[in-house]
């Protein structure tokens, strides 16, 4: 489509634009080889540049879209549908507090004060030394092992205030 | 036809249709929010729900969506029932849980089909305490507001403007409760049919920001049935007046024009109305220069006697009506009625007119359009110059997909499964441009060439074809077409070959006479076997066919007229609604108007040619008047004042009338009223027969009453003009038209042409258009608007073609072969800008873009410029910025057809190009800016 607005001013191509690293361009490319179309690959093009930039910004994203002959909007539908690709910068580690049926007959909400308690986070928030964001999430799948949360690539299993105080007692964490 | 039962009543309903449409067809009232009969069903709003019973014995029945439910012989379904009733109530309580209750504010109040919605379901009580979730806003642009928190999530607005209208910067973002439809970043919408948003969306997240920011609601709004005069399409439109200013334009639907749907031209570019341009009162140049206002009865005086002595010459408008043009030509005499058009494009009306009255192909209205299933375009950007035919031409590449539907038996409104069955398979479309045009994205393939290569592309064609002169073709295809297309002219006459509906579509814009004829050629040559052939020839203006039928082929044109002035041979010179100085160079425009001792302009807007002009006449503008204009398929169509011409402007042909009388010219005598001269016209003119028919006339009646400009609820007309005085003046009676400004009389069921608002009981919003339908999405009731003077499919006498005179003219000019050190000029029209009066518009102000050149990057190169440099275009004839566009043919120069110092620059022409050494470059422009070529982002 034309540029409608192209009278005025002329904002295509900014110069602060980012660009996609080799290793990233890489990786989306692997996935096009076995995709019917460049744009199918576009949630696995925003896990990969997710994994290399811990988030996925407007910038990185316009990026993506370009490389997949979308357009950002239909890229940013995707992007902002899912909520484990992550469109604001979050902590090293993401902290995923199950609040779904079963870690909440079991005592979720306590967990969620405790984190907050220790870290000084609350939901959506990241620690002011960047090392944790709190993030709750319906179900991991370990319902049998409720109450279950995330950190980073971790799960831990039956939780209680114990395990809490074990994770993140000495991270030095709070706001 | 199947026959169901609705709460225990039989109903014989027409097969094919869901339940929804099927019950709006018989009158009954279903609520329903995502369906929309342009766009089919997704049942993704829940709002149609209904009971349907398994059988006679079965008690229970489940929930159904309407939308979703095939109607299907002896089905059973219960729509008044407890369940289904408490079920859309529920409903529409759930879509309140976040919706504010803002209607007093809200620009949608009054016209809400959530508003009626709920109503309809008696849904009274909230019960939900709790907070309501809140959005931020986005700027859409100058045309569009944003008022996100009213949404309530039924996605009309993405499937029509992706799926349906191909805009890209428009998505659904995030997920359930948190869900946002909005653009990636904030910024002016792109597409070029944004507009539609405002009545597609049922509540107030999209609405029209002119209205907002000036705002009276529907009730308050005074509206006559209307035609666009953005382009040649005549889309038909609802202008709604208050207080003497055009407050919005809504589309009126026609089953064979519009449909349900305008371009942002049309919608957005009538504000011209309101335009600080518009002219009051009469003037009168005296010595010192300067204009002195004069009463309406001196003026009129005055032109009566300067029309009574001398040689007087007229020059006409393809933007004024049939009848105007038509008194005009009365007064001068018709070998001296110059038509208006710019030289080439009076050869090339003329050329496209005639092309079609003698093809044997369908000569296609635009609903027709959109069931071709093989496209080929020669050279015209139908988005940029008739922009609804190329949203109707996004439909027709969907044909191969409801082909695959067809296969598996999936009716055509099961939208979401039709779009997932085809995924990327079109139905052929090829585009021969000199560059990139919008449409590119639905293209089968895309060809840029030049004016004379899309010529001997369409030769080849035709001759692949088995018509069309072979011996030019081979003679081309040895010399224009270069070698590598060759293959490309083979598929495209496969695939025209291989069709059902070929469609073939050129135009004007491209100011070649051989591409014109080679698109006939491909549609003649396709007209054998079964096939049913298109062939459309796209012109300019709003009643450019019209006028082109009214001249004839011999009238002179302003060349002839000039030449004539210059030898002394007019005295007077008569314009009518035409700024001349974007029809011909200004240095000709000058020696026309010098030469003539005086000018008499009527026009509605100031401009250079009322400025050079004597005699200044104000002459009202659509909204204010009545006329007739003849659109690019020959439909003669009619608009109806909106309101009275404020101040001094009066319709063009009652200024005319009027001066007629006054010289006491005998012809007229008979001619008391506006329809009057129709007749007088269709009577003098045998081609334009037909265009009493475009409406009933003054006398017609809706069983026994007018029909009201006002709805029944129109309030304050008293409060209105209390600054004024508090006593309510009589209402203005109209003597012209069956419409009354008054809220008196019946709008209901009257012919098609004469239907000024929808609005139906409990149906508030436009959605009550399907009461004056004769089936949800069918024509109306009263029959479609307008009159086809054209007979489609050439049942004219085909062996009885004359040369248009001057063809040769425009035809030499597309001869190919590129001159060193010279480039061929190619318009590249813009849909905001290049028409002169939309451009006018306030709410299009800042869309328009100042003039600009066009090349290809190696071209440029060798000019040593890049985009944002300075280009002289031959001697003096303008100066222009650069864009370099990478899909440009090379050796072509496009220029922005109509913008701000475009001018003297005439399409086909060869002119030398040069860096403008004095030109300041625009701050904030990069190197790497570039046209919208196939390489750069839209993002
Ligand atoms: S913005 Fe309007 S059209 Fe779009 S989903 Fe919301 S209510 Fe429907
Ligand atoms: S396509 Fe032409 S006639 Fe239709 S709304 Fe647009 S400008 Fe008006
Ligand atoms: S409910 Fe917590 S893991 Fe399933
Ligand atoms: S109209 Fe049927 S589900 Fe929306």
Redesign the interface.
Known sequence: ??????????P??D?TETTLSAAEIAGIDAEIAHAP?RSAVAIDALKIVQAHRGWVS?ES??AI??HLH????????IA??Y?LIFRRPVGEKVILLCNSISCWIKGCEGLQQQITQQLGIGLGETTGDNRYTLLPVTCLGACDKAPVLMVGEDLHEDVDAQTLRQLFDNSGGGA | MPTITIDGVHYEVEQGKNLLESCLSLGLDLPYFCWHPAMGSIGACRQCAVVQYQNAEDTRGRIVMGCMTPVSDGAIFSLAGDKAQQFREAIVESLMLNHPHDCPVCAEGGECHLQDMTVMVGHRDRHYRGRKNTHRNQYLGPLINHEMNRCITCYRCTRYYRDYAGGTDLAAMAAHDHIYFGRHQEGVLQSEFAGNLVEVCPTGVFTDKSLVHDYTRKWDLQSAPSVCTGCAVGCNTMPGERYGRLKRVHNRFNAEVNGYFLCDRGRFGAGFVNSDKALEYPGLRQADGRYRALDHHEALLRMAQQCAQGRVAGIGSPRASVEANYLLRQLVGADNFAPGFSDTEQVLVSLALQLQADSAALVPDIATIESADAVLILGEDVTNTAPRIALALRQSVRNKAYELAAELKLETWQDAAIRNLAQHQRSPLFIAAVADTPLDDVATQCLYLAPASIAALGQAVAAGLGGGDSKAATDNAAGALPRAIQAEAAAITAALAGAKRPLVIAGTTCGSAAILRAAAEVASALCSGARQTMLCLCVPEANSLGQAILAGPDAPNLTTLQQRASAGEIDTLVVLENDLYRRGNEAQIDALLAACSQVIVLDGLDNATTSAANLVLPAANFAESEGTLVSLEGRAQRYFPVFQPQAERRAAWVWLLACLKEMERSEVYPLHHFDDITRACAADIPALAGITAAAPDLHYLNLGVKIPRQPARYSGRTAMRANISVHEPKQREDEETPLAFTMEGLNRDQPGALLPWVWAPGWNSNQSVHKFQTEAGGPLKGGTAGARLLHPGGSRNRTNTRPVAGDAAAENSGVSGAQPGLWQLVPRPRIFGSDELSAMSPALAELVSPGFIELCPADAAGLGIDTGDGVEVGDQLATLELRVNDSMAAGCAGYGAGLAGTGNLRALARVSLRRAETWQRRPGLIASDRGAGPGSSHV
Do not use: K, V
């Not at chain 1, 489509?1 to 002329?10: E, F, G, K, L």
């Not at chain 1, 979308?70 to 539908?77: I, N, Q, R, T």
């Open positions: 489509m034309s540029d409608r607005n192209s009278s005025a001013t002329i295509l191509l110069d179309y407007d994203l316009r879209a370009r979308m357009s950002a909007a239909e890229l940013d539908g902002t549908f909520n």
